[in-house]
């Protein structure tokens, strides 16, 4: 069965500081992961996709199917960043599992 | 475009009862999932639609059931209410061409007392 597991439920960062929101998952299907970002009083957005390969407001995802893991980087936090993320991985059509969510808190 | 509406925003319900929540997706769109999110579980799939029939389905209760009109707007209906089933209800809709990015609704947030 697919299943999205994020170690940390609480990740706690100063400014400027690398942040790493782990993800790991099992899937026996070709994976596609997402990570979703919600920030205060807003609703659920998408951040990026490991298809896209893609670089959003600094962060970035790679795909690592050897150790199943799609980790989200970013090298320099800002506080900004500060809110609840989401790894998510799609099954079929618009069905996601979700990980349980790692609250970012990026201090002054 | 408007984003992804949800009706109502909040409801409080008593156990026995049944609710119907609804949802109209981006214009365009045509898929429509909907999510329960709770602290316990978090967020779990509940079923999508698209062009009026259903075509996934999460693992919830037959209590649990959904439909799409023809206008894509949604609703999801859940009948003899248990506490378990407090929870923030979420839709998103997503266009055919995506390569898999869903757009959410605030949700609807029930209560069952």
């Known amino acids: 069965a697919q299943r999205v597991t994020q170690p940390e439920k609480l990740l706690s960062v100063f400014k400027g500081a690398p942040v790493e929101l782990k993800c790991n998952y099992s899937y026996s299907g070709s994976p596609e992961l997402f990570w979703y970002v919600q920030y205060s009083r807003q609703r659920l957005q998408l951040l990026l996709r490991?298809?896209s390969r893609e670089s959003i407001k600094g962060f970035t995802a790679d795909l690592n199917k050897g150790e199943t893991s799609f980790h989200l980087k970013k090298p320099f936090a800002q506080e900004e960043d500060s809110a609840m993320y989401y790894c998510?991985?799609?099954?079929?059509?618009?069905?996601?599992?979700f990980g349980e969510g790692t609250q970012l808190t990026v201090n002054p | 475009k408007a984003g992804v509406t949800q009706t109502p925003r909040y409801l409080i319900k008593t156990r026995g009862q049944q609710v119907t929540l609804s949802c109209s997706p981006i214009s365009g769109h045509r898929s429509v999932s909907w999510y329960q999110q709770t602290p316990g579980q978090g967020l779990q799939f509940l079923f999508e639609?698209?062009?009026?029939?259903?075509?996934n389905k999460g693992n919830f209760p037959g209590r649990f059931s959904g439909r799409q009109f023809s206008n894509s707007r949604s609703e999801m209906n859940v009948s003899t209410l248990e506490l378990g089933d407090s929870a923030l209800y979420l839709c998103a809709s997503k266009d055919r061409a995506s390569t898999g990015e869903l757009f959410f609704g605030e949700g609807s947030r029930l209560t069952v007392l």
């Open positions: 490991h298809i």
């Open positions: 998510a991985l799609k099954t079929s059509g618009s069905r996601l599992t």
């Open positions: 639609y698209f062009s009026e029939t259903q075509r």
